[in-house]
């Protein structure tokens, strides 16, 4: 199947590791050329080198140094993407999720950094892409966010208070711009084999006395599938939300999970 992106230009934040770069390396793999972006230099070069590889048809891939939390990020990679490409299409929001833990152990302090990052960089984001995603004529905007907005996780209080006011932005804004041609979907991952789910089961393993291991491979167990997902397939759908064949598929969330939600909706 061809997903009509050849020629297609992406921006995909927090895309130096994990969810995101799996989504860069799948737009990639189709022939769109992307805009990257992370905190760390270094790891972003290497996701850069990797992404050119998975390309094809001509893809480039660039990158900018951002932390999407930071209010400026947003217009400065927009700029960046102008200054390269000269237009976007598919916009893919994504950034690192908050710190586990209770109730209890989360301040003001905690409660305004995990805004700004998992609510207010997809805002942003959104807000300084539209003029770009609607001369496109064919834009997409596509948030990774997590199960969590369907079945709350333990431990991750911060994630299920925010992640789901992501979800109620990109409702309401699916329906204000769907005339301009413009999607608005979710992709919402289980139990993906990412550095941020190790480091997720590493607490959860300090917590029972057990090995990261044994905490993946318990993990699993609960999981219809029987095994923990891989980067790769959010990838593929990622890719797919931001093809032609998805231009009728607008305001929804998908989770990625093997079964794990029990909801029907």
Avoid: H
């Amino acid at each position: 199947m061809d997903l009509g992106l050849k020629g297609c230009v992406a921006l995909v934040t927090a895309s130096s590791r994990g969810l995101g770069l799996a989504s860069a390396k799948a737009l990639a793999g189709e022939g769109a050329s992307a805009m990257l972006c992370g905190r760390d230099e270094a790891r972003l070069a290497t996701a850069v080198t990797d992404t050119q590889a998975a390309a094809r048809d001509g893809a480039v891939i660039a990158s900018l140094v951002q932390d999407v939390a930071a209010p400026d990020a947003a217009g400065k990679l927009v700029a960046e993407v102008e200054r390269r490409f000269g237009k976007l299409d598919v916009l893919v929001t994504n950034a690192g999720g908050p710190p586990p833990g209770g109730f209890e152990r989360a301040d003001d302090a905690a409660w305004d950094t995990a805004y700004q990052l998992t609510l207010m960089s997809a805002v942003r984001l959104m807000r300084a892409t539209l003029p770009l995603l609607r001369v496109s004529g064919r834009g997409r905007i596509i948030n990774l966010l997590s199960t969590s907005v369907k079945q709350p996780i333990d431990n991750l209080l911060l994630s299920n208070a925010l992640r789901p006011a992501v979800v109620g932005l990109a409702k309401t804004l699916s329906s204000e711009v769907a005339s301009d041609g413009i999607t608005v979907n979710n992709v919402l991952p289980g139990v993906i084999l990412t550095d941020r789910q190790r480091e997720l089961k590493g607490a959860e393993a300090a917590r029972r006395g057990v090995s990261v291991e044994q905490v993946i491979r318990d993990a699993a167990q609960v999981i219809p599938t029987r095994r923990i997902g891989q980067p790769e397939e959010v990838g593929a759908l990622v890719a797919f939300l931001a093809s032609t064949q998805a231009g009728y598929l607008t305001g929804v969330s998908i989770q990625v999970d093997g079964g794990l939600v029990l909801g029907m909706f």
